[in-house]
C-alpha cells in the first residue's frame, strides 16, 4: 500500500479544529506534546503505517496515534433501507513544536 493511499482526507471539524489549537504542557511524567489531528484512513491500515504516512507527508514528528472503526448508519431511500459504509477514523498527536496547515 502506497503512502498516499493510507490517508484519504483530514477531517475538518469543530472538535477537530479545536484540539488542533490545543497543546499539552509537560507534567512529571509525560512529555510536552502539541495538538491532535483527525484524518480518514485506509481500512486496513496500521497505527505504524499511519505514522510513517503523517511524518512523510507533512513532514511532522508523531507521538502517538489511536484508531478507531467508525461503523455505517441505517439510510432509508425512498422505500428501501440502505446502509452507509464503514470507515476508519484516526487522530494523530504531533510533537510540540510541529503544527499540520489544513486550512
Known amino acids: 500500500m502506497k503512502l498516499h493511499d493510507v490517508i484519504k482526507r483530514p477531517l475538518v471539524t469543530e472538535k477537530g479544529t479545536h484540539q488542533s489549537t490545543q497543546g499539552h504542557d509537560a ?3 509525560r512529555p ?3 495538538g491532535s489531528y483527525t484524518f480518514e484512513v485506509h481500512a486496513h491500515a496500521t497505527k505504524p503505517l499511519i505514522r510513517e504516512a503523517i511524518e512523510k507527508i507533512y513532514h511532522v514528528s508523531v ?5 478507531s472503526m467508525v461503523h455505517g448508519k441505517a439510510r ?3 422505500f428501501k433501507v440502505g446502509r452507509t459504509s464503514d470507515w476508519k477514523k484516526a487522530v494523530v ?3 510540540a513544536n510541529d503544527h499540520i496547515n489544513l486550512f
Open 27 to 29: 507534567s512529571r511524567t
Open 93 to 95: 498527536v504531533l510533537d
Open 76 to 78: 432509508r431511500v425512498r
Open 63 to 67: 507521538v502517538f496515534v489511536r484508531t
Open 32 to 34: 510536552a506534546r502539541g
